[in-house]
C-alpha cells in the first residue's frame, strides 16, 4: 500500500511538468524524462514517433545510446519497437535473448548491455503516434510497476502528439484561409469582379494548372508583393513578372464568366 501514494505523487509532479511545455518536442523530452525518473536504476526511456510515409524518427531519448537502439530496429525492422507500430500493440521481450529471430537487432542490444525491453503504442484518435520504449540493463529486467509506468505515460505522450497535430493542421487551415482571402480580393481589384467570380477564378487557375487552390493563392499574393517592392523602389516589373501576368490575365479573361 505504501507505494500508491508514491506513485500519485510521482504522476502529479509529471503532470504538471508535462502541462508546463507549449511545443511539441519539449513536451515529449519531458515526458520521457519524468518517466525514466520515476524507474528504479539502470533503465533508458525512448520515444519515437511515425511520420508521414511510413518514416518512423526518434524524438526523446533519456540516454543518447538509445537513439542507436531505435535506429537499429527501424532499419532491421527487428524488435519490440517497429512491432508495437506495426501492429499497435504492447510488446515485451524479457528476455531478449528469448528473441533469435533478432538475428540483426540482438548482437546490438546485448553489446549494449540490453536484457530486457517494453514498447508501448502511442494510440489516439484510432491512429498509431509512435512508441515508448523502456530499456533494461545488465539483468535489472521490467517489473510490473515499470510496465505500468510505461503505460500511463504513454497515453500522456499520445495525448500530446495527436494535440499538437491537430493545432498544426488548425494552424495550416487558418494561414490558407488568410492566403487565399487576399488572393481574391487582390483578383477582384485586378480583373474588377467581385467576390464570388474572384474565387472561381482562383479554382479555375488551381484545376488548369494541378496545383492546390492554396499554392495558386500564395503564388498570387507573392507576385503582388514583388510588384509593390518593385515601384516602392522605383524599379520595373520583371520580364518574368510579365509573362505570369500575361497568363493570368488570359485566365481571367476565359475563367471569370463560367463555373470552374
Known sequence: MASRPDLADLLTRAVREINSHTDL????????ACLHAGLPAGHHVGLCLQQRGGV???????????VDLEAAQHEL???TCPRVIRTGETTIADPVDDEQEWTGYLPAALRRG??????????????IWGALTVYSLHGRGLSPDTRRLASLYAVHAAVAVAR????????????SRRIIGQAVGLSMER??????LAFRYLVRLSSTGNVKLREVARELVDQANHRANHRADGGADSGADHRTDHRTDHGADHGANCGP
Open 56 to 66: 518512423v524518427s526518434t524524438a526523446a531519448v533519456s540516454d543518447e545510446s538509445v
Open 164 to 175: 499538437s497535430h491537430r493545432e498544426d493542421n488548425l494552424e495550416a487551415a487558418l494561414e
Open 25 to 32: 518536442e519539449p513536451t515529449l523530452a519531458a515526458i520521457v
Open 77 to 79: 525492422d527487428q524488435g
Open 191 to 196: 480583373f474588377g469582379l467581385d467576390e464570388e
Open 114 to 127: 540490453v536484457d530486457a525491453q517494453l514498447s508501448v503504442p502511442l494510440v489516439a484518435g484510432e491512429r
